[in-house]
């Protein structure tokens, strides 16, 4: 059984910063990619950051130049450093990861985590 437990969301004021880490365990082949994606109320849930096992990224317009993705592949670990969070960044922000586990190839996700910015 795979996990994806993600931790560092919270309330933060508008400009300031916050970081998320999600670490994948359990029946753990190897991992592609992971990634971050968030979702806001009443809207659709969107991709924010993506990175591969060796190394390349890509971010959503919004966010470039603002987010930074990263990974430790040892310790199975994706994180999302937010910096100059602006309103509309506040979701909920899902740990995604695309893996092997039982050699069979599956996506998974996190429980979520509230990313809150005040004006």
């Known amino acids: 059984q795979v996990q994806l437990v993600e931790s560092g969301g919270g309330l933060v004021q508008a400009g300031g910063s916050l970081g998320l880490s999600c670490a994948a365990s359990?029946?753990?082949?190897?991992?592609?990619?992971m990634g971050w994606y968030r979702q806001a109320p009443g809207k659709e849930r969107e991709l924010v950051a993506r990175?591969?096992?060796?190394?390349?990224?890509i971010y959503a317009e919004s966010v470039k130049g603002r987010f930074t993705i990263s990974r430790d592949n040892a310790k199975n670990t994706v994180y999302l450093q937010m910096n100059s969070l602006k309103p509309e960044d506040a979701a909920v922000y899902y740990c995604?990861?695309?893996?092997?586990?039982?050699?069979?190839?599956?996506?998974?996700w996190g429980q979520g985590t509230q990313v809150t910015v005040s004006s």
């Open positions: 995604n990861a695309l893996l092997v586990s039982s050699s069979k190839w599956g996506e998974y």
């Open positions: 359990g029946n753990i082949f190897g991992i592609n990619t």
């Open positions: 990175i591969t096992s060796g190394g390349t990224t």
